[in-house]
């Protein structure tokens, strides 16, 4: 058995991170997606926010920053940094950021195994120097992005009640 590549390692990680999202949604799949719990007077996100935050997310951060196959999709200027999401009237539906999110992941999960030594090296093109200096330092904060709304949605599931584990 060949040893993997430190790039092969990261789509690893990303990839097994990606599976704990995937079971909080899946617990969260026959709630309403769009409630928001308000804590203490503050509003929380919604699981459909956190959905398309995270595909605007990998979008950017392991595709666009990776020289990968980055797609613009009309509604992620509405689900990044700060994003507060659109009315409902305008939101995309459900299944159309579900496929997104299934696609972006599947896109990052052919292109990130193929990136070399040198281009993790690279330059941080994010324009977020809080993530470090090189492409690396990107991937893997998004790696640690993902985990943080993990425990975002594992709260949800608390506030819906539902068991987690």
């Known amino acids: ?12 990680m990303m990839d097994r991170t990606r599976q704990y999202t995937l079971q909080y ?8 997606l769009h409630h928001q719990f308000v804590c203490e007077g503050k509003t929380l ?3 459909y926010w956190l959905m398309a935050h995270l595909a605007t ?5 392991l595709l666009r920053c990776t020289g990968g196959p980055f ?6 200027k509405h689900y990044t940094v700060g994003g507060a999401g659109l009315p409902a009237e305008e939101r995309p539906p459900f299944a159309e950021i579900l496929a997104m999110f299934h696609e972006v992941h599947a896109r990052s999960m052919a292109h990130l ?22 492409t690396r330092d990107v991937i893997t904060h998004a790696i640690r992005h993902e985990g943080s709304h ?16």
């Open 1 to 12: 058995m060949s040893t993997p590549t430190e790039a092969q390692v990261l789509a690893h």
């Open 25 to 32: 949604f899946n617990v969260l799949k026959d709630q309403d």
């Open 45 to 47: 996100n919604t699981a």
């Open 57 to 61: 997310t990998q979008n950017g951060l």
């Open 71 to 76: 797609e613009k999709f009309s509604w992620a």
């Open 113 to 134: 195994p193929t990136l070399t030594p040198e281009l993790l090296e690279g330059p941080n093109i994010s324009g977020m120097t809080a993530f470090g200096t090189t």
């Open 150 to 165: 993990i425990g975002h949605l594992g709260w949800l599931c608390k506030l819906y009640g539902l068991k987690t584990m």
